[in-house]
């Protein structure tokens, strides 16, 4: 274990004081007691990560923290930590931009703190902690508490699918016992911005355009309370669906493990105001963009709208006569409902079955005391006969294409609804129809596909009568490109006792090389410079391969990475994390026998810090 350089460790402080100011907080200063309780802490997590990597059961960095401040007399208020990375910037800018480590930087409590790190095993280990100082005598105001009594804002305009997903959101809230969330204008504004940014810069990513993160760009529209969280889809244009997206979405983390941080932040009960805005651009991939804002706070509260119907529809039409049909409706902001023509009040409801003799115009009333609004739909009633099944089913909609390997492609996809009944699925591989699939059918693995091939995918329902869907949208995916031989190197000879490194100028492994080098260990943090020329500064990948002699026994191989990383012992594969990714460590466990081994080693570089550290003991 070494300490960091003093350079290095002032700059952390630094940064978060830039921050600090940059955000309205006074500046923190060097404490003794801080920088001791700092230092002892850095010790502690390193030798505790030693052991316990992330997504390991109960794994808890932070556990002891206070204890160990109080056994120093330091007045401690909270922890944050970082590892991997030697850039206090990209820690203070990037990894610390989530609503508890920016608590802690943004503190109005905290007067000193002291900073630490130690590198451990060639990883980084970094903590802040921030304190109050014994010749502390007054604080900065905090900010204002949640049970504020917002003022009265202004009006805001929310279309139809906005106003439903609001009324659908806290009906799911209180389906599982949380509280509604209201409009907040200032939040509704970045919403707003973000959505119109999204479509039309083409884009589906937290960070917008500007290089902002939801905190600063929240910021920026004036909304400065916390906490704050933030979703995003793409795709499609209606409440319901994308309401269910935001549920039902896995956010799966470097382990793989669902964390469900889309449903959580719907469901978070210290959220009260909410900004939700969508935006569409027929020419970005996907079509529809949503924004969904959440604040702890409700800094000024919307005046009253008019009720507000989100659609009127029936299941059927033309019917035929003695048949019925079902209307269905979508209202938010209405004390009363009603529908005319016999119907009566459907307050409470949101379907009626009717059954009219003669085609029948239906009209439905949603009133409050703002006013009232109004929409009709027809049911056409054939006295001619029966009528010929000429509707096709609608679009299914591709939810994930997901290259499985080398070999195989992953498909997934939205039921289609019909008149009568979607009969199949029929599936288009680069324009061509490959195969047809049962109604009953929603995801379908394609095993006829080569390695290193880009495919685009579309699905089609069609129902029995014949009649097809137009095949809605597409997705484009590329599948991994083939192994290398086992024992065989794909641009030149593995080392002896050293690794040999095979550049190239994209991500996938292929091509010529554009470097080839020599190394005798793999420890690279290139946070501070990249590769070597002609090596491009990002989406590059590596292939090392070296012989090196093993005595017998069980070994652990760790990892550390940004972005994708496999490993190979004598070519069976031990690691495949072959995806965009942050900072992440793996502990891998294997048996070796005595004698020389082929360790390969793949890597590429996308969206994360380029580190890659590879070593076993």
Same mark, same amino acid.
């Given at each position: ?442 995801? !379908? ?5 080569? *390695? @290193?091939? +880009? %495919? &685009?995918?579309? #699905?089609?329902?069609? =129902? ?79 292939? !090392? ?5 093993? *005595? @017998?026994? +069980? %070994? &652990?191989?760790? #990892?550390?990475?940004? =972005? ?54």
């Amino acid at each position: 274990m070494n300490w960091c350089g003093d350079g290095a460790i002032n700059s952390l402080l630094s940064s978060i004081n830039d921050f600090r100011t940059s955000n309205g907080a006074a500046p923190l200063t060097a404490d003794s007691l801080g920088s001791k309780d700092a230092e002892i802490r850095a010790i502690q997590v390193a030798t505790y990560m030693a052991t316990n990597p992330p997504g390991s059961p109960g794994f808890s960095p932070h556990q002891g923290y206070d204890t160990t401040a109080s056994g120093l007399g330091y007045d401690l208020i909270s922890e944050n930590l970082a590892y991997y990375t030697t850039s206090p910037s990209y820690i203070v800018y990037g990894i610390w931009q989530d609503p508890l480590h920016l608590a802690a930087m943004l503190s109005r409590q905290a007067t000193v703190a002291g900073v630490s790190c130690v590198i451990s095993d060639f990883s980084p280990y970094w903590t802040y902690e921030p304190g109050v100082g014994h010749g502390s005598t007054t604080l900065p105001p905090p900010p204002p508490p949640v049970n504020t009594p917002p003022p009265s804002g202004g009006p805001v305009t929310l279309d139809s699918e906005e106003t439903a997903f609001v009324s659908l959101l806290n009906a799911y809230r209180s389906q599982n016992g949380v509280g509604p969330v209201q409009i907040s204008p200032t939040l509704e504004s970045a919403s707003k911005w973000m959505s119109n940014d999204m479509a039309t810069k083409n884009y589906a990513s937290h960070t917008d355009t500007l290089g902002r993160d939801p905190g600063a760009r929240l910021q920026a529209f004036g909304y400065t309370y916390y906490p704050w969280g933030e979703n995003i889809a793409g795709g499609f244009s209606d409440a319901s669906t994308t309401l269910n997206q935001w549920i039902g979405a896995c956010d799966a983390d470097a382990s793989g493990n669902c964390t469900f941080a889309h449903r959580k932040n719907m469901l978070n009960p210290a959220f009260q105001a909410i900004g939700i805005a969508r935006a569409y651009s027929a020419s970005s991939n996907y079509g529809w963009y949503w924004t969904n804002d959440f604040g702890g706070v409700l800094d000024q509260a919307s005046t009253a709208a008019a009720p507000v119907i989100s659609y009127l529809k029936t299941s059927a039409s033309p019917i035929s006569p003695g048949q019925t049909a079902t209307l269905s409706w979508s209202v938010s902001g209405a004390s009363s409902v009603t529908i005319d023509n016999g119907v009566g009040n459907v307050s409470g409801i949101t379907s009626q079955i009717v059954a009219p003799a003669a085609t029948t115009t239906y009209r439905l009333t949603a009133t409050n005391s703002t006013g009232a609004t109004s929409a009709t739909v027809t049911v056409a009633v054939n006295t001619a006969g029966p009528v010929p099944d000429t509707q096709a089913p609608t679009a299914p909609s591709l939810t994930s294409a997901t290259a499985k390997g080398s070999t195989e492609v992953d498909l997934a996809w939205t039921a289609a609804t019909d008149n009568v009944a979607v009969a199949g699925y029929q599936i288009t591989r680069n324009g061509t129809a490959v195969t047809s699939l049962p109604g009953s059918a929603l995801m !379908w693995a394609d095993t006829a596909v080569a *390695a @290193g091939v +880009t %495919y &685009t995918y579309s #699905v089609k329902a069609f =129902d029995a009568a014949g009649n097809y869907s137009s095949p809605g949208n597409t997705l484009q995916v590329v599948t991994a490109p083939a192994a290398p031989p086992v024992g065989v190197a794909s641009c030149a000879s593995p080392g002896t006792g050293l690794f040999t490194g095979c550049y190239y100028s994209n991500i996938n492994l292929t091509g010529t090389p554009v470097l080839i080098n020599s190394a005798a260990q793999l420890v690279f943090d290139w946070t501070w410079g990249f590769p070597a020329v002609p090596v491009p500064q990002s989406n590059f990948s590596v292939r !090392w391969q070296g012989n090196f002699p093993f *005595a @017998g026994g +069980t %070994y &652990t191989f760790k #990892v550390v990475t940004g =972005d994708g990383v496999r490993v190979y012992i004598d070519g069976a594969k031990i690691l495949d994390s072959w995806q965009d990714q942050p900072g992440y460590s793996f502990n891998i466990g294997q048996t070796l026998s005595a004698g020389n081994h082929l360790i390969t080693v793949e890597y590429y570089d996308h969206t994360a810090l380029p580190v890659l550290h590879v070593t076993w003991q």
